[in-house]
């Protein structure tokens, strides 16, 4: 077996609500065979990984997956249990899994969960996934690996998860953000999140936020400026000096008197830092180990305590106590540190809540300062110091004493977070008891006394105490970040459909931007921010959302959501306010395993169940694919607040919605409507809907019926949706989209029509206008839609045009050269006969070849690839815009001859 590839899709999916991995598996020799024909491989691959015996597969309980396994299964289905139970064992914890056919004997997709928060740049997955392969491969081939080789690869990917991981202080914000519904990204492998979208997002890096002060951070890093400021404040702080030579450290040593602590003036972590020093010799080893400027203190008496003070606020204390191990007479201290270690809360670095402790040239100091080596057996009870400081970075631990802070205690913390400037600040003091009064003081004092403020403390100690209780510090940050309940969200509306979605989008985005809204857009002509284009390129995908939602200038977002970024990459948000569907048609069938109009209904459902609950779903009542979603089980209109819009509201649907005292936009006696029960409010006459042309364009009227829900449905007034609809200007507002423009006597109406229905449509409205024997075409289609998408499209094209200029996409697709303009023709000319066709090289020559064949009064249909290329070429040729002398009046009663209903044989049927 093999993997071919591995793909994340990063949000929300077709599969999952959460990430997920989706490799392809080619099984090779083992394509066709089952488990059960392979005597022997259940049991071995139980003795393999045990864990398996818990699995429930579809039966819903444990030992499932192992009576799949004796029954007969395929080895995809197997490779993905293999990945999902090695996961949990390097405690990666994930459950969901599910194997498809990939379309091809043999060819599988594996689809496996991944962590929420798990990088996408995180190699994991595709290590698991290539164990799982190659372990399933080596059991079924009889050679199950031993034990030795498996564990090793098992504490591989252990280590890997380890450093991949998320710290416990990031984790804490991460949970309590997304317990107040907050949304929460992180940025690649950093620490580093962004929680909330548009103008309300906030950034937070590890216990640190957007709101920290940099003067407040530069002064805690400074331990001598922070000693100073807060010396100089009346704040208890042990005396001392900055040294920036070895004389000077053993002259702060006579001036303090014995002991005294060095530190690295900017030291972090407790690395490097001395306690205890009573001699010259010590301070000069210690000023060379902590490498050159130093702070010298004089060591305060007391116990170690650290306070976490947010926003104003003491949420959290605790004991610090410097690693070490209790003797008990038998055992060495290499064996007492070793199974210390061997507690699963400890890891290396930071992604446990405690530190494993090393046995380093540090630990061996303090140990021969106690007359103890590693292989010495301390008496039973006696306790032996790895460390001197109490840090958990290097091994130390923490009880929580939140509780018995003395408030002399709490308000001289609180003090100290102000006098340095930080929001977020833990405060190391050496006290005798923190549930006593601060005993009095002054330059010459030896205990009581803060000895350092942090920025971005390590939230560990308070989050996993090893006595006492856990405090929920990181709900404390986000709710200093997010006060008032505030969930962080911006109003949102999700896109998708066949076809007009874009312009849907485009035209939401307008009528919001009239509340005095900033926009963020997405379409799939790129991203505008408040009405200027920040990105070009088709822009439908979880990026693109992820663009507009992070940017702090964003107070409303408008997704155009499409089928591919969403099979490919999951979706760029958890949930929106609304969600539009405007009709699905074959289109994009073949293309990612999708071979029916049922499996894109599928897809598309998704961004009606990601709705949220109270949301609303603006639904297309004329499509029996969009009525069809609404009776998914996570679409119930008892968790949605559902509108349909459409062309009759007698049309069932609408009728029974609105006899319910429903809402819905229809057109009725020459007006888009707003209805609701029996009450009907009219917005706006359909002749004076932007690009409707007087009316020959119901699509224009459905779309604006479709953007009008969607800004109802997020405050817009009425008054206010009927005069943005109004001023809405096609050719500046929504380029590309039905553009007319002209040059002499020619009229040109370009379109991004790429699929059957939407040529139709299109056609059928320059038939309305200019008449059925008027109308050419300058046609190129996209290269990787399927043979019998092309060919319905080339047949619907026959029907509408007598004349064609044909050319192909700079991008192929995976076509070879003239393959598809070769197709077309083909279909062209077998539906009409009498077809005159030419084919030119490029949009350029294909567009001027169309004005040469074009007479007076007629009008070409420029279909294009890159908009911008055509426009630019158009203006070099002279193009005007058209004006209201597009629509002839006497030609507004031409009825068409086109067949609208001509759709694929292979695209499906509509749902009953």
Not at 171 to 193: K, N, T
Not at 202 to 225: C, E, N, P, S
Not at 251 to 277: D, H, Y
Request: net charge neutral; glycine share 12%.
């Amino acid at each position: 077996m093999k993997i071919l590839g591995i793909r994340r899709l990063r949000g929300p999916n077709v599969y999952l609500d959460r990430p997920v991995a989706v490799a392809r598996l080619r099984l090779d020799e083992l394509t066709g065979r089952e488990t059960s024909d392979l005597e022997g491989f259940t049991e071995r691959l139980l003795r393999a990984l045990p864990g398996l015996a818990e699995h429930h597969c579809a039966a819903g309980a444990p030992g499932g997956f192992v009576s799949r396994m004796r029954g007969g299964t395929y080895f995809g289905h197997v490779t993905e249990h293999v990945s999902i139970e090695l996961s949990q064992r390097i405690g990666r914890d994930v459950s969901f899994g599910r194997t498809v056919s990939a379309g091809e004997p043999g060819l599988y997709d594996v689809i496996v969960e991944c962590p929420q928060d798990e990088s996408p740049e995180s190699p994991l997955a595709a290590e698991l996934l290539d164990a799982a392969a190659e372990l399933v491969t080596a059991v079924a081939a009889g050679d199950c690996p031993p034990g030795a080789a498996l564990a090793a690869r098992v504490a591989a990917l252990t280590e890997l998860a380890e450093r991949e991981a998320i710290g416990p202080s990031t984790r804490s914000i991460i949970a309590a953000a997304r317990g107040r519904g907050i949304p929460v990204e992180r940025y690649a492998d950093l620490s580093l999140l962004r929680l909330g979208w548009g103008n309300r997002r906030r950034l937070a890096w590890a216990a640190m936020t957007d709101r920290t002060g940099g003067v407040g951070v530069d002064i805690a890093a400074d331990k001598q400026v922070t000693r100073r400021l807060l010396e100089e404040a009346g704040v208890p702080v042990a005396a001392g000096g900055a040294a920036r030579t070895a004389a000077e450290a053993v002259r702060l040593l006579t001036v303090l008197g014995a002991p005294v602590v060095v530190k690295p003036r900017r030291g972090r972590q407790g690395r490097n830092v001395a306690l205890n020093l009573r001699t010259a010799a010590d301070v000069e080893n210690a000023y060379a180990a902590a490498g050159g400027d130093v702070v010298v203190e004089r060591q305060l008496a007391g116990r170690d305590y650290r306070v976490l003070v947010v926003a104003g606020e003491v949420v959290a204390a605790a004991e610090r106590l410097a690693a070490h191990v209790v003797g008990d007479g038998e055992s060495t201290v290499a064996e007492l540190v070793a199974r210390t270690n061997e507690d699963p809360r400890r890891g290396r670095g930071h992604a446990r809540v405690l530190t494993r402790i090393a046995l380093d040239d540090d630990a061996l100091a303090v140990l021969a300062r106690q007359d103890c080596a590693p292989g010495a057996v301390p008496a039973a009870g006696r306790l032996v110091w790895l460390r001197e400081n109490a840090n958990l970075s290097t091994g130390g631990t923490g009880s929580d004493v939140t509780d018995r802070v003395h408030p002399e205690v709490a308000a001289l913390c609180l003090r100290v977070a102000a006098l340095v400037g930080l929001d977020i600040a833990g405060i190391d003091l050496r006290l005798d008891d923190i549930a006593a009064p601060l005993p009095p003081g002054g330059p010459a004092r030896t205990t009581g006394g803060v000895i350092e403020v942090n920025a971005a403390p390590g939230l560990r100690m308070h989050l996993a105490p090893v006595r006492g209780r856990s405090r929920d510090v990181g709900d404390a940050i986000v709710r200093a970040m997010f006060p008032g309940g505030s969930d962080g969200r911006i109003p949102t509306v999700a896109v998708t459909g066949t076809n007009g979605k874009t312009t849907v989008a485009r035209l939401t985005a307008y009528l919001l931007a009239g509340m005095g809204l900033r926009v963020g857009l997405t379409t799939t002509e790129g991203v505008s921010i408040d009405g200027r284009t920040v990105h070009q390129g088709d822009a439908t995908g979880p990026r693109s959302a992820q663009m507009v939602l992070g940017d702090p200038g964003v107070q409303a977002a408008v997704l155009e959501t499409a089928r591919g970024g969403t099979l490919r990459r999951g979706l760029g948000y958890d949930w929106t306010d609304v969600g539009v569907i405007t009709n699905i048609t074959a289109d994009h069938l073949g293309q990612d395993g999708l071979d029916s109009i049922e499996a894109l209904a599928h897809v598309k459902a998704l961004i009606a169940e990601r709705v949220r609950d109270g949301g609303t779903l603006v639904l297309n009542a004329d499509d029996p694919w969009v009525r069809s979603l609404a009776e998914r089980d996570r679409v119930r209109a008892d968790r949605k607040r559902i509108v349909w819009f459409g062309t009759d509201a007698r049309q069932p649907v609408l009728a029974a919605h609105l006899g319910a005292g429903g809402t819905a936009y229809v057109l009725q006696d020459g007006w888009l409507v707003q209805a609701t029960g029996a009450r009907r409010t009219p917005l706006l006459r359909v002749e004076e809907v932007p690009g409707s042309f007087d009316g020959a364009a119901p699509h224009a009227a459905l779309n604006a019926l479709a953007a009008a829900a969607a800004a109802r449905a997020l405050g817009a007034s009425h008054d206010l949706v009927a005069a943005r609809l109004a001023s809405f200007e096609p050719r500046r507002d929504n380029p590309g989209r039905a553009t007319v423009l002209r040059v002499g006597e020619v009229t040109l109406f370009i379109d991004y029509a790429h699929n059957p229905a939407a040529i139709a449509t299109v056609l059928r409205t320059l038939h309305r206008v200019f008449g059925p024997n008027r109308c050419l075409a300058a046609v190129t289609l996209p290269g990787d839609r399927r043979d019998d998408l092309l060919a319905a499209s080339a047949q619907v094209l026959a029907d509408g045009v007598g004349r064609v200029v044909l050319y192909e996409d700079e991008d192929p697709r995976g076509r070879t050269p003239g393959e598809v303009a070769g197709l077309v023709e083909r279909e062209m000319r077998a539906r009409r006969p009498q077809l005159h066709a030419v084919r030119a090289q490029g949009h350029r020559a294909a567009v001027e070849q169309a004005l040469r064949l074009a007479a007076p009064g007629d009008v070409v249909l420029v279909m294009y690839e890159k908009l911008a290329a055509v426009l630019d070429h158009l203006e070099e040729l002279g193009a005007v815009p058209a004006g209201a002398a597009v629509v002839p009046a006497e030609r507004l009663t031409a009825r068409p001859t086109l067949d609208l209903g001509l759709l694929p044989t292979r695209a499906g049927s509509a749902p009953g």
